[in-house]
């Protein structure tokens, strides 16, 4: 919701000042990749500890886990 408040105040500001059409869907276009990439670094920042976490996790059960013995004897079929 915040980021909608954001771009209209940055549209009706560009408005304002007397910026044309064509230079407010540029700026609105360059704001929008902005706030989009921000929000996806937001989201990863987000997000490490719980990656971290999983890696630690699986890395804890292969170190447990014992090594299954072979189902076969390879030497027995020559």
């Known amino acids: 919701m915040l ?3 954001f771009v209209l105040g940055f549209f009706f500001m560009l408005l ?3 910026i044309s059409l ?4 540029a700026a609105l276009v360059v ?3 902005v706030m989009m990439l921000g ?3 937001a989201v ?3 997000m ?3 990656l971290i976490l999983a890696v630690v996790a699986v890395w804890i059960y292969r170190a447990f886990k014992q090594p299954e013995k072979p ?3 390879r030497r027995r079929f020559r």
């Open 71 to 73: 189902r076969y004897n």
């Open 48 to 50: 490490l500890p719980w």
């Open 39 to 41: 929000g996806l670094l």
């Open 31 to 33: 704001a929008f990749a």
């Open 22 to 25: 064509l230079g407010m869907v």
């Open 3 to 5: 980021e909608i408040l």
């Open 16 to 18: 304002l000042t007397g």
């Open 44 to 46: 990863v920042i987000k």
